[in-house]
């Protein structure tokens, strides 16, 4: 899996996102939500067996462009993606099978 332990404030451009070929995930939040940090133990569970699908941590708050894109109003919000298009999205999760479900969709 490729992924980082924190939010990171530098989001790349949509166009980088829209032109990745295959898996992958973007996950909306910040490092101090209470819901973020709770979903993490889920979230890292669910991409043990998803080591190929590339996994975007990005913080979002006001003014961030790429969270306005994708229409995130709820930390963490998660968007799975194929080929640049989302085919899935889970927001506050708090069932690892639903995101396995969902890695699974994008696999």
């Given at each position: 899996m490729t992924s980082t332990p924190q939010y990171n404030a530098s989001a790349p451009e949509p166009d980088d996102i829209?032109?990745?070929?295959?898996?992958l995930v973007l996950e909306f939040g910040?490092?101090?939500?209470?819901h973020c940090q709770a979903a993490q133990p889920l979230i890292t569970s669910?991409?043990?067996?998803?080591?190929?699908?590339?996994?975007l941590k990005i913080e979002d708050g006001k003014g961030r462009r790429l969270g306005r894109l994708h229409n995130v109003k709820l930390w963490p919000t998660l968007i799975f993606m194929r080929d640049?298009?989302?085919?899935?999205?889970?927001?506050?999760?708090?069932?690892?099978?639903?995101i396995r479900r969902a890695l699974d969709q994008i696999s």
């Open positions: 829209e032109q990745t070929s295959g898996p910040t490092n101090w939500c209470g669910a991409f043990a067996d998803h080591a190929s699908v590339q996994h640049g298009q989302e085919i899935a999205r889970l927001v506050r999760p708090t069932d690892r099978e639903n």
